[in-house]
Structures are given as structure tokens and as C-alpha cells.
């Protein structure tokens, strides 16, 4: 008899959701929980460097993009693409 398969991932999160939701004396839904697919051999990468607020205190039009400060101004960034040439005929 071959050794038996694996579920799938959304199968065990189901499992697992199953017994979250029928325990009342287990961590409440929204607890950080860890799986077997987590850790040092797992595929999926890690989410703790992962910022909610981006940093600004979850204030909206501060300008904190991706990189968390404001954006340049085009003049300010350079402006010129490689290979062109700029007013100064550099």
C-alpha cells in the first residue's frame, strides 16, 4: 500500500479553521498561528517584515510611499534617462 498523499494546503487551513472555530479554549480567530508550511524549507516567504501602517502612523497623503519618505520632484530625481543628453549638452 503506497504511503498516503498529503492534503492540500487549503484542505489542512480548513481542517485547522475547523478546530480554531469549535474550541473555545483555543486563541481567538484573529492570533497569529504557525504552520508546518512555515520555516527555513517552506517556499513562501516571510511576512514579518510586513509594515500595516507604512510607517507614518496610518496618516494618508504624507507622501509615504513604498520607500516611506516623499516622492522627488522630477527635476529634483534628475530628470534624464541614460543615454540623453541634458540642456548643458552633457
Known sequence: MPPPRPLPMEELLNIRLDQLTCDPS????????TYQFEGRDSRAESLSSLDSDGGNGGAVGEGGGRN???KPKVS??????????GRDGG
Not at 483555543?26 to 498561528?33: A, E, N, R, V, Y
Not at 529634483?76 to 543628453?85: D, K, L, M, S, T
Open 76 to 85: 529634483e530625481a534628475g530628470g534624464n534617462h541614460p543615454g540623453e543628453r
Open 68 to 70: 516611506g519618505g516623499a
Open 26 to 33: 483555543l486563541p481567538p480567530f484573529d492570533s497569529l498561528q
